[in-house]
Every structure is written in C-alpha cells, then in structure tokens.
C-alpha cells in the first residue's frame, strides 16, 4: 500500500508546479533561521522558529486541500490554507501542550520518588516513551481536519481510530518518510561537503581523540562566513526537494486510507401534476 501512495505522491507533485510553494517557502525559512542563529544566537532566532511554524501551518493545509480537490491552481493553496488554518494548528497545540504536561508531571513525580534530586536524563528518557507512541496516534489529525471537515478534538479522535486500524500501513508510512528524509539529507550533505571541501580538509588529518572533540561551533568557525552562505543555500535546496514529497505523500497516503467519500443521497418526496409538473412535500 506505502509504495502505490508514494509513486502517487511523485506523480502529483511533477505534475502540479504548484505544490514546490510550500517547499520554496520552508526552504526559504530554513535558510534565514540557519543564516540568524549564526548571526544573533538562539536567543532571538528561536523566536522566530516559532513564527516560520505558525507560516508553515498555512501552507501544510494548503497542501492537504489543494491535493484534496485535485486542482492545481495556486490560489488553492491560499483559500484551502486560510480555510482550514486553524483546524490544522490548533489540534498540534493541543498534542504540544499535553506532550508539554506529561513531561512536567513525569519530572515532578522523578523528582517526589528521589526525594528531591532529579535524574532529567531519565526523566526525559521516560517522556520521550511516552511522546512517541502519543505522536504516532495523532500524526494524522491535520489531514483529517481536512480531509473530512472536523474539528480539534474530533480530528484527533479520528486519527487515534484510523492508525489503529491501519497499524502496520502507518509504520510502513513512518519508515518509508525515515528513508526519503534520509536519503534526501545524505545526498545534499555530500554536496554540502563537496563545495566546502577545502575548508573541511584539516579534519582528515585528524585523529580519533580530535576528531571525537569536533563540535558544530568548531564546524561553524572553519567553514566561515562564506561557508556560512554555502550551507544556507544547501539546506534550501534539501528543503525544497524534502518537503512537497513529504506532504503529498501524507495527503494520498490518508485519501487511500479513508477511500473515497461516499455521497449522501437525500431522499426527496412529492408527486406530478397532471401537467407533469413536480411539487415537492
């Protein structure tokens, strides 16, 4: 089933120009917060991570509902994005605030058990088993807010039920996204490397202790600030290329899960004339 909705995904996106905008947009907001960490630190850009999010939010449902109604046009994405805004964010805030609450209690009730000196390690080591098995059931309440017009809670009560009952298509659905962003991550890091070779070139005439020493500030420092550039254009391009795949494929993967709405058939009462005109009850 994966396979058949990801070579549906490739056909759809090669066929629609239209879905590379939210690509180019993520690419495009990659860049610059890689670009201001180096330039401002955290402190100011992980502010500004939360607000490319809240920009993202609009071009995810766009996607969703542009791939939802077969069309192609790029005022889809923007009215299917506007429309369905909300109804993808604020299930996420609520899997964010409860993953958020679990993690505080599991870090209170560490900290009552040892009388007072808390093991974080563990206790994030103990969260993280419980975010992951909450994330895989809510992974799909976007598509079905959607897809199937519903509302937070109802979205996440309708992904909860679809990837229970489709359990090993999921799983399959979760590698095969491992394995493009993967892929994806390890051909553009050969690029990166490639244009940045001889900058990079002392680190093989280190040994084992430095190399082990290597941090991602002293990567940073060797590249410069022209390697600065050289990554920010790298991590565009893999954005771009990762990011219309991934969620088309989300988006055909849930359609084929769900299969094709039925239509609701309304019954209509009434009678002809003797005029063969028709009065309705």
Known sequence: MVLKELQEAVRVVGQTPVLWIPGIVAGLLGAVLWILLNLSGTFFTGRLVIIAGLVMVLFVAGTFGLVKKNETGAGTIVREGA???FRVLLPW????FVLMLVFVVITVVTLLLTGGSTDYEAAGLLAVFVMIPSLFLTFFCDTAAVYEDLR???SLRRSIGIVASHTWEVLGFFVTCCVISFLDCFVFAIIW???LFDKLEPLTHYNETQFAAVSPQLLVTMIGPDGMWVTAAVIFLGVVFLVPLLLAFKACFYRNMIGSPTA?????TGEFDSKGRWYKY
């Open 193 to 195: 490397e490639g244009l």
């Open 264 to 268: 609701t058939v309304q019954q209509v």
């Open 93 to 96: 805030l609520v899997i964010v």
């Open 152 to 154: 937070v809670f109802a």
């Open 83 to 85: 429309r369905y805004y």
